[in-house]
T-cell receptor
């Protein structure tokens, strides 16, 4: 069945460096993708999204890249800050639905 | 502050007992969802509702029921709790005009 996975369960990054969190998805029909951030004890928060007709989308300090050829999604965080420490999830959805399949999450640890 | 309110924040429940987790949103979103989050498994959809008066089953619906009598409320009921239902439960909502979810802060449920 369809699945969304993450390559690295934990990522440790030095403060000020850039972070890259990766995600693989299995359904080539998925046409919408979201990255969520979840801080300890809180619910996931929307970070950035991208549709399948795009390869790249930028937000404030974050960039999402979509490679449909290899079904790969990545989240880049520039100048990583202590407040970026959290678990990051990717999620995919299928055209015509509002339901998502979530990855298991990558924990980002920012080292001072 | 607009958003989703979940109650209770946490609960310890004896096995066999009935429990209702409450979820209320004030954003007038059409769709609402219940997810459970377990370590290593990510977020899994329990039930959803695309609009008031309708509900549907998600990935892991067994042992749970929902109702959607109005737009704002989407309670999740465990008819007879079992230890495998120990989890963190998140309610979420989305607007039919957009795809991103807004999540509540979660309910941590422990069934003993």
């Amino acid at each position: 069945g369809e699945s969304v996975g993450l390559h690295l369960p934990t990522l440790s990054v030095q403060e000020g460096d850039n972070s890259i969190i990766n995600c693989a998805y299995s359904n080539s029909a998925s046409d919408y993708f979201i990255w969520y951030k979840q801080e300890s004890g809180k619910g996931p928060q929307f970070i950035i999204d991208i549709r399948s007709n795009m390869d790249k989308r930028q937000g404030q300090r974050v960039t999402v890249l979509l490679n449909k050829t290899v079904k790969h999604l990545s989240l880049q965080i520039a100048a990583t800050q202590p407040g970026d420490s959290a678990v990051y999830f990717c999620a995919e959805s299928f055209s015509g639905t509002y339901k998502y399949i979530f990855g298991t999450g990558t924990r980002l640890k920012v080292l001072a | 502050i607009a958003g989703i309110t979940q109650a209770p924040t946490s609960q310890i429940l004896a096995a066999g007992r009935r429990m209702t987790l409450r979820c209320t949103q004030d954003m007038r979103h059409n769709a609402m969802y219940w997810y459970r989050q377990d370590l290593g498994l990510g977020l899994r959809l329990i039930h959803y509702s695309n609009t008031a008066g309708t509900t549907g089953k998600g990935e892991v619906p067994d042992g749970y029921s929902v109702s959607r009598a109005n737009t704002d409320d989407f309670p999740l009921t465990l008819a007879s709790a079992v230890p495998s239902q120990t989890s963190v439960y998140f309610c979420a909502s989305s607007d039919s005009g957009t795809y991103g979810y807004t999540f509540g802060s979660g309910t941590r449920l422990t069934v003993v």
